[in-house]
Structures are given as C-alpha cells and as structure tokens.
C-alpha cells in the first residue's frame, strides 16, 4: 500500500521522493502514461486506507480508554499530508512537526498512517527493546527487485541466520584482509578522476563502492562476472523507482528482467565454484557453506537474494556519505589542511605510498575518523527508517495501532540541539573523547540501532577512510558550479552530485600549501585518543 508513486520535478530532473532505506530515483519518459495510471493507483490507495484507519480509530476508541493517538492532524481527507511533506523540503516537514507536537507526532502519508518519533528512547523502544513488536516493512515491488529472502525483510530465527552469516563476514576480523584490494581500487579510481574532466563525485563513489562491494561479497571475482552483474544491477537501479508494471519495455519491467540475471549470475558463480571446490570466506563463501540445524543449507535463490541486497545495501550509502565528506572537506579548508597532515604524515612514513597502507594504520586516522562521523551526522544519510506495529502498542501513554508505520526520525535526533549542540555547524571535534562531549547513547545512530542496525559499517567507514588517505595525501580537488543544495535520490546527496574537478598535487604544490598552513596551527596538536 505504501508503494510511492509521487514522481516530483525538481531542478528541471524529475525525482522520485521516497525517502527511507535503499530505494532509488531512475523514472525515465517511457513512464509517463504510467504516472496517470500511478496517480489513479494511488488515489484509490489513500482512499481505501484512509477510510480504514479512520474506521480503525473509531473502532478502537471505546476500548482504548488510556491510550490515545498521538497528536498531529492526519491533513485533507484521502491524501493526509501526502502534498504538504512532498511540496517542501522534508527535513522541515519533520523540524516543524517536532516543534510543534514534540516528540511523538502522527500524521497520514501516502496512503499510510504513521507514528513519527524523534527521541532517542522512542528509537530505541522500536529498534531495540521492544524490536518484536514493529517488523521491516518495504512495498513489494522493492521487494521483488531486491530479492524476498533478502535479510531485510525478516524477523526472527531466519533473519537471526542470515544476519549472523553477514555480520561474521562484514566483520573487522574478516575485512582486514581486504586492505590492500580496497587501496587499490581506491587508487585507480582517483587516478581515473584526474583525467582533466568534470565528474560527477556521487556518480564516481557509486562505481567505488560498489567495486568494494563485489571484493567483500565475492573476494576476487572473474572480470567477465563482474561487468555482467555491474551492467544488469545498473538496469535494476534505473528501474528501482519506477512505477511497478509488467508491461515490456517500462523501466520496472526491465529492472525485473535484469534482477532476474542476476540471480543467474550469482547461481553460475556458484556452480563454478562447487565444481573447483573453492573454500572462500567472502560472504558467498559464508553463504554456501551455512547450515541450519537440521543440517539445511540455503537455496541458491536465498543466497543470491542475500548477496545481491547487500550490495544494494551498500552502495549508495556508502558513496553518498563519501560525496557529504569531499564537500564538507571543501567547505572547511583549514580542517582539509589538519586532514592532510595526518593523512601526509601516514603516506610519508610509507614511503610515499611505496608500501601499501595498514589496518593499523586505517584505525589511527583519528582526525579523518571524526570528519567521517560528523558529516555522517550533518548528512543523515538514511533520514529514518520504517516499522510496522504488529500488535496494539502502547508507548508512554500513545498508541501506536496495530498496523500503523513508524518512523523512528534519526535526522531529528541528530539535529537536535539537546543532543548537538548548534548542530548547524560542521564541527567533528564534537566527537573528540578529550572534549568530553561524545554523544550520549542513542543520539548518533547514522547506521540505525538493534536487530537490523547496519551490519556493512566497519566496511563502509574503512573504504571511506582509505579513499580520504589517497585523496587528500596526493590530489586536489574542486567544485564545480553551485555548491549548495541537496538533492534527493532518495538519500540526500548535494546538488547535481556535487560536479567536481580533481587533480594530482605535485610535491612543491604540497610543500606550499603545507607552509601556509604552518602559520595557522588551529588543526594541529589532537590528543591521541582512541576510536
Ligand atoms: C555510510 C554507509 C552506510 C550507511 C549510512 C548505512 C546505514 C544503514 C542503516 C541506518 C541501516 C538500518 C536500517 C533499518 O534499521 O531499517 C542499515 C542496514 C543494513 N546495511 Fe547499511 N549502511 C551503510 C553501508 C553499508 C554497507 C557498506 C553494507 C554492506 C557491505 C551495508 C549493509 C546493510 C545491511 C545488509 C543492512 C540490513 C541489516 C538487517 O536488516 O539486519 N550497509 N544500513
């Protein structure tokens, strides 16, 4: 029902607004006749639902003498605020409501009512304690492009066997051997982005990430493969927001086409590997060996749907979060300068990059570390997240009806000045231990909480680490054209994907720009601390 069909137009594109987890914009002009029929669709939807939750809440009433909605009007009949979240930026949709209701509000979108919180308890009663209680909730033609035994979409022993095996696999202990792979793509990618052009940063992060995606999904993987699961997800993430149709030719019928190559794909490269007898630890190694304990392994559908939603999971994410930090960097040079001496000092002592980098020495980029966790708190990149209540739920005297979505608000809480103090300001000393001003618990979930918190964050953050090391130790970079606005895919990234140029610094550049800054010692003199 909450299948979101509101295609806006924004900036001369036209951009899909749903905003939540691992959904894409990518409708094309062979949509348009669909859109009317989306439009239709939509209507009828809100109404059906809209007639059902205000029959639910009547319903209830005189049995449910304690508990109450929460406040907040559910907007114009059918449509709710559908109109009113989509003509403005969301991000003051939320503020205001906050402001205004505090920090549980309800309201009515897209043909679904919700509960919205924006405290860090409320979180975390959804996401942590009482996580059995509220269960992921996706529309179904995501689901249908994403895979059905995808982790995400569980609860209970499944998605406690799934996550274990992906979890075991994204773990410090099994990504530190993939160091050296993921400098070296971060490598030749930056060569690549110096070739005296404008890129488009987003664009470029997202062939990054997904490069180191494949590395930790499948260790080294024949070139063949590769290219043929990097051309068909292309087409499933072109089509990934689209309206959902069968009908041949559309940009969702196609996507479906193309998901379906990649489960052959992913079923080929495990033929193959069976008949080598390959042992891998990768996670389709982790994967393939799984058993249950009835001796059960998983299904080459089970498998594929897993591998392939985690590499949706993962790219993204991880490039728009890469996009925020080349920006903030670039909107702060003295902290660039503080972030290049340390990265400088590192490069330096390794001979100028003539030994490869270290775990060791990925954990000890204390500075870099923070601008990591401060742009991933300035970005929100995953802006909230959705449950669905499974049963009556009543929270601090609200009801949360059985049914209804929930919103756990994490831009809300990040950009709450209770929390964060002017939270505004692009500060990563805000995590400095030695400031003791570490955010409290539950006040800085970037990568969500409990059950489903994200199991891919120690990967994510070291590819971020190390493509910064490369980046500001040997290039420059930038921006190009307007450098303010965000746009949203749905994941907030800058405008235009922030269009930049990059080139590599020469050493007397370096020594220059390293002399100025000598003057100017602000970024200098961190305390060690541990991260
Ligand atoms: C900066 C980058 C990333 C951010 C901000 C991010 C954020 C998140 C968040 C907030 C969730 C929880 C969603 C919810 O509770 O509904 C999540 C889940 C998930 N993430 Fe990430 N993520 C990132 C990178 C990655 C990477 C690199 C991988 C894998 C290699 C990954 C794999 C996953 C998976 C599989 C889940 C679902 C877990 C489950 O349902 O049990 N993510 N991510």
Known sequence: MCVLVCALSR??????????????????GAD???????????????????????????????????AKLPPGPVGWPFIGETLQLYSQDPNIFFANKQKRYGEIFKSHILGCPCVMLASPEAARFVLVTQAHLFKPTYPKSKEKLIGPSALFFHQGDYHTRLRRLVQGSLSPDAIRSLVPHIESIAISSLEAWAEDRIINTFQEMKKFSFDVGIIALFGCLDSYYKEELKKNYSIVDKGYNSFPTNIPGTAYS?????????????????????????????????????????????????????????LFAAQDTTASALTWVLKFLHDNPKLLEGVKAEQIAIYESNGLGKRP????????????????????????IISFTFRE????????????????????????????????????????????????????????????????????????????????????????????????????????????????????????QRQEAEASFEGDSSCHSLPPISI
């Open 389 to 508: 209540a499974v049963a009556d739920v009543e929270y601090k005297g609200y009801l949360i009806p059985k049914g209804w979505k929930v919103l756990p608000l994490f831009r809300n809480i990040h950009h709450n000045p209770e929390f964060f103090l002017d939270p505004q300001k692009f500060d990563p000393s805000r995590f400095a231990v030695y400031k003791n001003v570490a955010p409290k618990p539950n006040t800085f979930m970037p990568f969500g909480n409990g059950v489903h918190a994200c199991p891919g964050n120690e990967l994510a953050k070291l590819e971020m680490l190390i493509l910064i090391h490369h980046l500001v130790a040997k290039f420059r970079w930038e921006v190009v054209g307007s450098q303010s606005g965000i746009q949203y895919g749905p994941f907030p990234v800058p405008q235009h994907g922030l269009p930049a140029r990059f080139w590599k610094e020469s050493v007397c």
């Open 254 to 310: 196609n996507a479906f086409l193309a998901r379906k190559r990649l489960s052959q794909i992913v079923s080929e490269i495990i033929i193959k590997r069976k008949e080598k007898r390959l042992e891998r630890k990768d996670l389709l190694g982790c994967l393939m060996n799984s058993k249950d304990e009835k001796g059960q392994s998983l299904t080459d559908d089970q498998i594929a749907d897993n591998i392939i939603g985690v």
């Open 11 to 28: 900036g001369g594109e036209r951009e899909q607004r749903e905003r939540g987890r691992f959904v894409k914009i990518g409708l094309t």
């Open 357 to 380: 980098l270290t775990w060791a020495q990925a954990r000890s980029m204390i500075l870099t570390y923070r601008v990591i966790l401060e742009s991933l708190r300035m970005a929100s």
């Open 32 to 66: 348009m006749l669909l859109g009317i029929a989306a439009s239709i669709f939509l209507f009828i939807s809100a109404l059906l639902s809209y007639t059902f939750t205000r029959a639910h809440t009547r319903r209830r009433r005189p049995q449910q003498r304690k």
